[in-house]
C-alpha cells in the first residue's frame, strides 16, 4: 500500500516528542522527492482535520506543530499520575510576566519594581527550563545581564509570537497572568507519555521557586550567568 504524505506527517508527529517546523518536515524526504512548502501546509491541514473528533489535536506553536491532548480533557489525563505537579509561585509568575511584558529587563529593574529580592533560585529554574535567556548585559556600571523569553517559553504556553499575550492592560493582577495563559503543562502526546514512562519533572520543584520571596534587595547581587 502506497504511503500517502498525510500518513507521514502523522507518524512523524507522533514519533517526534517535540513540536516539527516545516523545514523539519521536508527532510523527512529525499531531495529528488521533497514536497514543496505549499503541499506541507495542504497535508498538515488535513492532519489537523482528521483529529476533528479526538481526543487530541494537532497545535501550532513557535518551534512548529505538534500533537496535544484537548485540554478540556485535562482533568482526566491528569489523573494517569498520582503526584500532583507543583504550582508556581507568586514570586516566579511576577518574574517571568515582568521578563515577557518589559523584556530586556535586569534583575535589579525586576527587584525594582517587585519591591523585593528576585530569589537566586528563581532565576536559576527559569534559566534551565529554557524559559528565559541572557540576551546581553546594559551599559551601565556592574553590567547586569538583561532577560528575555525564548522560544520554549512560546512552545510551553502554546503561543506562536509574543503578539499573542493578552494585552498588559487586560491583566488586572500579575497573579492571573497564570490563567490567561493556561499554566498548566500541556499535555503532549510525545514519546514518553506514548511509552507510559513518568511525567516529566514537575515545573516549579526547585525549592526557593515555589515559595514567597520575603528576603530584601541586595547591594551589587550579580545576576547570574545563563549556562
Known amino acids: 500500500m502506497e504511503v500517502g504524505l498525510v500518513q507521514i506527517l502523522e507518524g512523524a508527529l507522533l514519533a517526534a516528542g517535540e513540536p516539527l517546523s516545516l523545514q523539519r518536515m521536508a527532510i523527512l524526504f529525499e531531495e529528488d522527492e521533497r ?15 482528521r483529529c476533528e473528533d479526538r481526543g487530541y489535536e494537532l497545535v501550532q506553536v513557535a518551534s512548529g506543530y505538534r500533537f496535544q491532548v484537548r485540554q478540556s480533557l485535562s482533568d482526566w489525563v491528569a489523573r494517569l499520575w498520582q503526584e500532583r505537579p507543583a504550582r ?48 546581553g548585559h546594559r551599559d551601565v556600571p556592574g553590567r547586569p545581564a538583561m532577560y528575555a523569553t525564548t522560544r520554549q517559553f512560546l512552545d510551553y504556553f502554546n503561543l506562536k509570537s509574543l503578539d499573542q499575550l493578552p494585552p498588559l492592560a487586560e491583566i488586572k493582577e500579575l497573579d492571573n497572568l497564570s490563567g490567561e495563559l493556561g499554566l498548566e503543562l500541556p499535555p503532549v502526546l510525545d514519546g514518553d507519555l506514548a511509552n507510559g514512562q513518568d511525567s516529566p519533572e514537575a515545573p516549579g520543584s526547585q525549592g526557593d521557586a515555589v515559595a514567597d520571596e520575603t528576603e530584601t534587595v541586595g547591594d551589587g547581587e550579580a545576576a547570574p550567568e545563563a549556562s
Do not use: C
Open 35 to 49: 514536497p514543496s512548502t505549499d503541499e506541507l501546509r495542504s497535508a498538515i491541514k488535513v492532519v489537523g482535520e
Open 88 to 135: 508556581y509561585s507568586r514570586a516566579l509568575m511576577e518574574t517571568l510576566s515582568l521578563i515577557a511584558y518589559r523584556q530586556p529587563i535586569t534583575r535589579g529593574e525586576i527587584e525594582e519594581i517587585r519591591g523585593v529580592a528576585v530569589s537566586t533560585n528563581i532565576v536559576k529554574t527559569l534559566l534551565e527550563r529554557e524559559w528565559v535567556r541572557v540576551v
